[in-house]
Antibody, heavy 127, light 113 residues
Framework: QVQLVQSGAEVKKPGSSVRVSCKVSGGSFRSHAISWLRQAPGQGLEWMGGTIPIFETTNYAQKFQGRVTITTDESTGTAYMDLSSLTSEDTAVYYC????????????????????WGQGTLLTVSS | DIVMTQSPDSLAVSLGERATINCKSSQVLLKNSTNKNYLSWYQQKPGQPPKLLIHWAFIRESGVPDRFTGSGSGTDFTLTISSLQPDDVAVYHCQQYYNTLLTFGGGTNVEIK
């Protein structure tokens, strides 16, 4: 059974950066497709991007392109999400989640549904 | 981007009664090549991450009670809770995975009347 455990809450100043980690246990880490999503207070869910180590592929939502970096450390089975140039609008709960079925063509990857999810990491951006 | 619109925003239903949540997409989610609708449903309780209930519009996840049913095709989808239980109080989200940019509905809050 795959489990995802995220790092703890963060408080950051505007303009700074944050790194959130997601340790994956169970199964083969390289074969897991891991995405990052966020949920601002009172808002819906928003997909930020994801990575598939076995395909050496990382995709980002255009909205976050250039500001988010998703990486993995296969030695520890951990995925990371770095978000830079933080503003108050980045205040949200950030989730990592596994996508059980992903299809990749030569040009892009088609992510499916998400299961399971990490417990969430609250990021507060405030001066 | 495919816009997902859920209705209603909030719903209060008596215990044992039916709850119906609607999700409308701005584009068709049915792919001719697979004859599948690229839509999933999640349940999110306060302070918890979303939990997958249904994928391919109607395939219920293992362990999900059969009072949860997904239906619909094309652009209009429904999640029905046939007999509302206290444990079903939550926010429900739909999600499309038809194209590479995944998008979610705004969520529907289900409460006990």
């Amino acid at each position: 059974q795959v489990q995802l455990v995220q790092s703890g809450a963060e408080v950051k100043k505007p303009g700074s950066s944050v790194r959130v980690s997601c340790k994956v246990s169970g199964g083969s880490f390289r074969s897991h497709a891991i995405s990052w999503l966020r949920q601002a207070p009172g808002q819906g869910l928003e997909w930020m991007g994801g990575t598939i180590p076995i395909f050496e592929t990382t995709n980002y939502a255009q909205k976050f392109q250039g500001r988010v970096t998703i990486t993995t450390d296969e030695s520890t089975g951990t995925a990371y999400m770095d978000l830079s140039s933080l503003t108050s609008e980045d205040t949200a709960v950030y989730y990592c989640a596994k996508a059980p079925e992903v299809y990749c063509s030569a040009d892009d990857c088609y992510w499916g549904w998400f299961d399971p999810w990490g417990q969430g990491t609250l990021l507060t951006v405030s001066s | 981007d495919i816009v997902m619109t859920q209705s209603p925003d909030s719903l209060a239903v008596s215990l044992g009664e039916r709850a119906t949540i609607n999700c409308k997409s701005s584009q068709v989610l049915l792919k001719n090549s697979t004859n599948k609708n690229y839509l999933s449903w999640y349940q999110q309780k306060p302070g918890q991450p979303p939990k997958l209930l249904i994928h391919w519009a109607f395939i219920r996840e293992s362990g999900v009670p059969d009072r949860f049913t997904g239906s619909g095709s094309g652009t209009d989808f429904t999640l029905t809770i046939s007999s509302l239980q206290p444990d079903d109080v939550a926010v429900y989200h739909c999600q499309q995975y038809y194209n590479t940019l995944l998008t979610f509905g705004g969520g529907t809050n289900v409460e006990i009347k």
